[in-house]
Every structure is written in structure tokens, then in C-alpha cells.
């Protein structure tokens, strides 16, 4: 079984800064894509960054050079560090791992969200 731990959401001011993390546990080969998603109220899910193995990147355009995502691949852990944050970011952030088990089965697993609500 392989479980995915968001954390770092909260009430932040516009302008203010959060640090979202999401660790993964279980049985994890290896892990290619870890990536952010993001859905608000009444809208569909978006994605918000990407970070592949290779060390590459992808942002929305609505949040690029204000949110950057990393990763620590020791720990299995993606970050998304969000300044200059707006109301429109207000969402429920949700993790996605695309990995190889140990049985070496491709798998694409959704972590349950943490909520992000920026207003003053």
C-alpha cells in the first residue's frame, strides 16, 4: 500500500507565503512525475506545477514566478512553496505520484488535499 501526507495548508493573507508538503509511504520503487493539483470551489481541477526525475519542471501560467516546486527524492517528499499568493489561489491542493511499485506496476496514486484559503 502506498499512502501520500499533505500538509502546510492554512489562512494566509494576499501577499503572504505557505509551504506545502506531501511525503509518500509504502511500497515505492521509484517515483517519476510528483506534481500539485488544485481545485476550487465550483471549478474543475487544475494543475498548478509538475517536477520530473530528470530534474524538470512545469508551471501553470498563473502561477509562475510566484510558486516553485521541489522535490526530495531521499524522503519521497514533494514541496510547493507559494509566495505573492492571491484569492484566486484559494483551492484545495491535492499531490499526485506517478511511481513504480516494488512489483515494478506503474501506479498514479492522489494524496486527499489540504485547503489554502488566502484573504484578509
Known amino acids: 500500500q502506498v499512502q501520500l501526507v499533505e500538509s502546510g495548508g492554512g489562512l494566509v493573507q494576499p501577499g503572504g507565503s505557505l509551504r506545502l508538503s506531501c511525503a509518500a509511504s509504502g511500497s515505492i520503487f521509484s517515483i517519476n512525475t510528483m506534481g500539485w493539483y488544485r481545485q476550487a470551489p465550483g471549478k474543475q481541477r487544475e494543475l498548478v506545477a509538475t517536477?520530473?526525475?530528470?530534474?524538470?519542471?512545469y508551471y501553470a501560467d498563473s502561477v509562475k514566478g510566484r510558486f516553485t516546486i521541489s522535490r526530495d527524492n531521499a524522503k519521497n517528499t514533494v514541496y510547493l512553496q507559494m509566495n505573492s499568493l492571491k484569492p484566486e489561489d484559494t483551492a484545495v491542493y491535492y499531490c499526485?505520484?506517478?511511481?513504480?511499485?516494488?512489483?515494478?506496476?506503474?501506479?498514479?496514486?492522489w494524496g486527499k488535499g489540504t485547503l489554502v484559503t488566502v484573504s484578509s
Open positions: 499526485n505520484y506517478n511511481f513504480y511499485n516494488i512489483q515494478r506496476t506503474f501506479m498514479a496514486y
Open positions: 517536477a520530473s526525475s530528470g530534474g524538470s519542471t
